[in-house]
Nanobody, 123 residues
Framework: QVQLVESGGGSVQAGGSLRLSCVAS?????MGWFRQTPGKEREGVAA????????DYADSVKGRFTISRESAGQTLYLEMNSLKSEDTAMYYC???????????????????WGQGTQVTVSS
C-alpha cells in the first residue's frame, strides 16, 4: 500500500483560500480528497485520474475547489477558494489503484489514506 502525507491545513476566514498538498510514496492512477467532521460520515470532495484525464467534484464544492496533480503523479493538490464555515473538517488524501478499477470519482472505493490535515473556516 502507498503512504500518503497531507499538508497545508490551517485556519482561515470565510471567503478566504487555502491549498492542500499530498505526497504519495509512489505513482497512483486515481487520487482524491475526502473530508470528515466528528459525528458525520466521510464525504468525497474531489478526485482526479492519471495525467489529469478526468476530475470529479462533490456538488458542494463545484466552482470553488480545484483538484490537480503533478505530471509525475506523486503529488496531489486541492485549491480551495471562497471557503465557507461548512467546509470546516479534517481533510484526507486518498488513493485508488488501477488494479481495482478505472473509475475515479468521489464515490469510488479508495484503499489508501493519509493521516489528515485540519481545515477550519471561521465566519
Amino acid at each position: 500500500q502507498v503512504q500518503l502525507v497531507e499538508s497545508g491545513g490551517g485556519s482561515v476566514q470565510a471567503g478566504g483560500s487555502l491549498r492542500l498538498s499530498c505526497v504519495a510514496s509512489g505513482p497512483i492512477w486515481c487520487m482524491g480528497w475526502f473530508r470528515q467532521t466528528p459525528g458525520k460520515e466521510r464525504e468525497g470532495v474531489a478526485a482526479i485520474a492519471g495525467a489529469g484525464s478526468s476530475t470529479d467534484y462533490a456538488d458542494s464544492v463545484k466552482g470553488r475547489f480545484t483538484i490537480s496533480r503533478e505530471s509525475a503523479g506523486q503529488t496531489l493538490y486541492l485549491e480551495m477558494n471562497s471557503l465557507k464555515s461548512e467546509d470546516t473538517a479534517m481533510y484526507y488524501c486518498a488513493a485508488r489503484s488501477i488494479r481495482v478499477g478505472r473509475d475515479c470519482s468521489v464515490v469510488a472505493d479508495f484503499s489508501s489514506w493519509g493521516q489528515g490535515t485540519q481545515v477550519t473556516v471561521s465566519s
